[in-house]
């Protein structure tokens, strides 16, 4: 091993392990209530130490988005290569994503406040990951046409088409205004319309 690949083994080692602790005062504290200096204290070093590797709290939020978007994208890659159908990819994949929203984002309140502030500020680490779910799901679409399954339609529409009729199920904030409405559709009535939109 060179020189140069342990200095990056020892950088990744410090930024996971910033990224962990900045993870867990976020979830005890909340967001707004977390310095930089909090998490150097919690790691027995300085915020210059911090400030090395992270120019902000806000990088580090970032880095924290994408590492829970990661593990997100992996959850729907792993769906989407199963060998079922195309529809049943689909509705699991709608499923699980509604599932980690609910038990991830909402049950913890304050992960859900790291993830309220992620979208309001818009960044685009969000978008790619939008950008990477559709083409995942345009794949699987593509295999059901080809397996019959779904006509002939151009596959990266159909998934952004699936993408917004589902969306209530995946926003954090829209489940969290949905979730405990006696008048609205259920998950599974949302997936099976979804579903059928692409079989007309």
């Not at 049950?107 to 859900?112: A, F, S």
């Not at 680490?125 to 083409?135: G, L, M, N, P």
Request: one cysteine or more; aromatic letters at 6%.
């Amino acid at each position: 091993m060179t020189s140069d690949t342990v200095a990056e083994q020892t950088r990744q080692d410090n930024i996971t392990r910033i990224l962990d602790a900045a993870e867990g005062l976020f979830r005890h504290f909340g967001y707004s209530k977390t310095n930089v200096a909090d998490i150097a204290r919690e790691l027995g070093m300085s915020p210059a130490n911090i400030y090395r590797f992270f120019a902000s709290k806000t990088e580090i939020h970032q880095a924290l988005c994408a590492r829970m978007l990661a593990a997100s994208y992996q959850m729907a890659q792993e769906i989407c290569q199963l060998p079922l159908s195309a529809r049943e990819r689909l509705r699991r994949y709608v499923h699980a994503q509604h599932q980690m929203t609910v038990e991830l984002m909402l049950d913890d309140t304050k992960v859900h406040e790291m993830v309220v502030v992620a979208i309001e500020r818009d960044w685009h680490v969000i978008d790619k990951h939008i950008e990477r779910i559709d083409a995942l799901l345009a794949d699987v679409i593509r295999e059901g046409i080809a397996a019959g399954e779904f006509p002939e339609q151009d596959a990266d529409v159909a998934s952004r088409c699936f993408g917004a009729a589902t969306i209530t199920l995946c926003h954090p904030q829209m489940v969290a205004q949905c979730l405990n409405k006696s008048d609205r559709v259920s998950p599974e009535e949302v997936i099976e319309f979804a579903i059928k939109a692409l079989t007309v």
